[in-house]
Structure formats: structure tokens, C-alpha cells
């Protein structure tokens, strides 16, 4: 049976569908995301939705997916990666006809929560799948070409997004999706036999999954809602709820999360920091990038997104190469590596002005983006290996969930720092001497996070080592 529940490698034909399974459902969820983008105007329109509820059509899936990822990923050990990969797929593919169908903008908010029901599933189990149906020297190829999958649909949403909503509807970015996800589903009965659940037997921890929900809940909510009262509020309840979720843990004879691995295994706990401050210090710069060029540079927004688009098609073979890298030489070095190309891509930036060339700006983005695409795989391969096997569910949605609250934390510092500076007011030419007095803030704040990043690399992949010497 190539994947079953004696981990049995899978053959040659196995591993090709295997892949090809894993790296579709990691396409839809950033497909969707990001032709969403560039259709929330249209949406807006039709629904006469204000700011607020607009806003809501993309924080509604990221909020469900940081919220059931941890919990996912430890029931996929639990009952079966396979059984939760595809119950994700199902819900793409529902969740998608009911956005397609839906006759107002709750309606389909409703169906992007549930649509990050699904991505929960798929993200806390994707590695997963591959690593338990690969070896571990071809797992960073895999672990590489699943991640650039997911590059390719958000580069290509923009794209196809744009001209669904155009020259269709809107509603045809989620008929779109369907077919995708029946053929994902197809491919999985006809070619994806047997189930694996190392931890079969164990008891799921429901109150753990749901002080975790919870405090990812209230640190996604708190930290949009930075530097209201509210949004402090919020943080400051979210870290009470994780405390209290701590001291269940560590009585619980089937934690959802064993607490004291974080303190037994520093490889995985530095790797996991490492993904955690890197987003935080990097996801928003695109955002930056994009308002520097149009508001700036003046830039319209169809050649800022084409600059964007262009920039991420031209990295993703990257994404490929750093997985095979990371088989062949010690993944945190390859880690390392994509660290110093940020770095070296964010310090131009912290100079920024009004004088400064287009295509210097242009390089540094390059860099930025060159530096996440061969920081990702490797590091993913480095906390899969520093687990064992019946732990991958929860490896897997772990990693996620830093790169998640990464991505919200590196957008409450870009707030924060706007807020500072500029107040409520916004983006006006009266305001851009102080919008790149802003910016200039904001990029320093994330190159220093991007140094710490590299140290932590470091420091796991020493963990790494010293783990490995330690079993020989």
C-alpha cells in the first residue's frame, strides 16, 4: 500500500500523485486569497458594503485558519492525515459554491470563514503528507515544490482574478476553484490508498483545542485592532487564556501541544521562533513597497500589482531550488542564507526618500522576496526533522501558525508606526514627507528583527546537530 499506516515509503508513481495532491491544495487557498484581492471592489459595489465589512472578506479566512490549525494538525496524527486533508478539500470546494451563490456580503463572509476551516485542514497537513510519504533525502525537494505551489496561485490570483472579475464576475474566481478541487479529490480516491495516524488511539484534547482556538482568536483580533484600548484589551486577555492553556498542558496526559517539547527540543523551538519573527519582518515590507511606488513614484495601482506579480513569478523557481538545497547541505545554512538576501534587501530601504532611484527600490524587493523564498523550505524540513513521525500533523500547522501571526504582528508594527507618525490622517502629499519618515521606522524595526532571525537559525540548526550526534 504506497501510504499506509505502517509509514511504508511510497513508490516512484505513488510519490508523483502524492506531490501533485499536496501542491494543489496548497494552490487554492492562496489563489483565492489573492483574487479576492483585487475583487473586493467589485464585491463592494455590488453588496454597497462599507470599509469594515470589505476588510472582512479577507480577515474572516485568515482568522478561521490561525484558529483551527493547531487543532487540525494534532487530529490529522490523531485519525489520519489523509482523512483531514480531505475533508479540507471538500470544504474548498463548498465553501467556494456557496461564495459563488451568495446573495449578500454576510453571506459570503461566512463562506471565507468556512473556506479557512478548509485551509486549516490543508495547511496542518500538506507537509505532513509529503513527509510521511517521502525519505528524508527527498523531502526538501518535495517540502520546496508544495511551497512554491502556493507562490504560483498567489502570484496567479492577482492575474486571474483580475480578468475573471473583469471580463466575467466576480463569482467566477470561486466556479473557478471547484473543478481544481474535484480533481484533487478524484486523484486522492483513485491514487492515494490507505491512511496514515501514528498517534491512533490517543485522545484529541477538545478543551486545549479550544483555549487555543480561542487565544489565537483574541492575538489575530488584538493585534488588528492595534493601538486602540480594544486591541490591548484583547492581547491582554489572549495571553491570560495562553497561560491557563499552558497549565492544562502540562497535567494532561494527551496534551494537543506537549509544552515541555518546546523545552526538551531547542532545535524545534528556535526553529519555530525563526519562522515567527522572519514574517514578522517581512510580510508587510510588500505592503510598504507598494504604497512607496504609487504614492512616491506614482505608480497606478495596475503597474504596482504587475511589479508585484513579476516579482513573484521571478522567485518562486527559487522556492524549488532551496528544498533541493536543503537535502544536499545542512538546512539551517540554506535558511541562513535567505536571511542575509532579506536583510540585504530591507537595508537599502531604511534610507528611503523621495530621491531615491525606482530601481533601487525595485532590487531591494527583489531581495526581500529571494530571501523568503530560500528561507521557507528548509526551515519547514528542520522542524520535521527535529520531531518524530507521529508528530507531523502538529509540526506541520505549528509552522503555519507562526508564519500566520507573523504576518498579522509585522502588520500591527506597519499601523502602529503609520499611527505614530500620521495619526488618523491619511496618505496625502501633505503627508509624504512623514509617511517615509514612517516607513523608514518600520523597515529598521524589521531589519533588526531580521538579524535576531539569523541568530535563531543559527542556534537551530546547532540544536539540529547536537540532537543528531547525540542518537549516533
Known amino acids: 500500500m504506497p501510504y499506509s499506516s505502517n509509514v511504508t515509503m511510497a513508490s516512484a508513481s505513488s510519490k508523483s500523485y502524492i506531490l501533485l495532491i499536496s501542491a494543489g491544495g496548497s494552490f487554492l487557498a492562496p489563489f483565492m486569497v489573492s483574487a479576492l484581492i483585487v475583487a473586493i471592489p467589485s464585491i463592494g459595489i455590488e453588496f454597497s458594503m462599507d470599509a469594515v465589512a470589505m476588510s472582512w472578506l479577507a480577515t474572516a479566512f485568515f482568522l478561521a485558519a490561525s484558529m483551527f490549525l493547531i487543532p487540525f494538525g494534532r487530529a490529522a496524527d490523531i485519525f489520519g492525515v489523509k482523512r483531514v486533508f480531505t475533508a479540507g478539500i471538500y470544504i474548498y470546494f463548498f465553501s467556494a459554491l456557496l461564495a459563488a451563490l451568495a446573495p449578500g456580503q454576510w453571506a459570503l463572509i461566512a463562506a471565507r470563514f468556512l473556506t479557512g476551516i478548509g485551509a486549516a485542514m490543508i495547511f496542518g497537513t500538506s507537509f505532513a503528507l509529503l513527509s510521511l510519504s517521502l525519505s528524508e533525502k527527498e523531502r526538501g525537494k518535495a517540502l520546496g515544490i508544495n511551497i512554491a505551489a502556493s507562490w504560483i496561485g498567489f502570484s496567479l490570483g492577482f492575474l486571474l482574478g483580475g480578468l475573471l472579475t473583469y471580463y466575467f464576475s466576480w463569482r467566477g474566481i470561486f466556479l473557478a476553484v471547484m473543478p481544481v478541487a474535484i480533481l484533487i479529490i478524484a486523484l486522492i480516491r483513485m491514487m492515494l490508498p490507505g491512511e ?21 482568536f483574541m492575538i489575530i483580533f488584538g493585534l488588528s485592532e492595534i493601538p486602540e484600548a ?34 526538551r527540543n531547542r532545535c524545534f523551538a528556535f526553529s519555530n521562533g525563526a519562522i515567527l519573527i522572519y514574517f514578522t519582518a517581512t510580510f508587510a515590507t510588500i505592503f510598504l513597497v507598494s504604497l512607496y511606488l504609487q504614492y512616491i513614484k506614482s505608480f497606478d495601482s495596475r503597474s504596482a500589482g504587475l511589479v508585484l506579480l513579476i516579482s513573484t513569478l521571478i522567485t518562486t523557481p527559487l522556492v524549488a531550488y532551496a528544498g533541493r538545497m536543503s537535502d544536499r547541505h545542512s538546512p539551517h545554512a540554506i535558511a541562513m542564507v535567505g536571511i542575509i538576501l532579506t536583510a540585504a534587501g530591507l537595508l537599502p530601504m531604511t534610507f528611503v526618500s523621495f530621491s531615491t532611484p525606482t530601481a533601487l527600490a525595485l532590487t531591494g524587493l527583489m531581495f526581500i522576496m529571494a530571501g523568503g523564498a530560500i528561507f521557507s523550505p528548509p526551515m519547514v524540513k528542520l522542524i520535521l526533522g527535529s520531531i518524530p513521525r507521529e508528530m507531523y500533523g502538529l509540526g506541520s500547522s505549528l509552522a503555519e501558525t507562526m508564519r500566520l501571526i507573523g504576518n498579522t504582528v509585522s502588520m500591527a508594527i506597519t499601523t502602529v508606526g503609520f499611527t505614530i507618525y500620521m495619526g488618523e490622517s491619511g496618505i496625502r502629499p501633505e503627508n509624504y514627507p512623514t509617511f517615509l519618515e514612517s516607513m523608514r521606522l518600520i523597515v529598521a524595526i524589521f531589519l533588526a528583527l531580521c538579524i535576531l532571525t539569523l541568530g535563531m537559525a543559527f542556534f537551530a540548526g546547532r540544536a539540529g546537530r547536537a540532537k543528531t550526534q547525540a542518537k549516533v
Open 196 to 216: 496514515c495516524a501514528l498517534s491512533r488511539g490517543e485522545r484529541l484534547d477538545v478543551p486545549g483545542a479550544i483555549m487555543i482556538s480561542v487565544f489565537l
Open 230 to 263: 480594544r486591541g490591548i484589551a484583547l492581547l491582554a486577555f489572549g495571553f491570560l487564556i495562553i497561560l491557563v492553556f499552558t497549565t492544562w498542558e502540562l497535567r494532561n496526559d494527551s496534551p494537543l501541544i506537549d509544552v515541555r517539547l518546546f523545552l
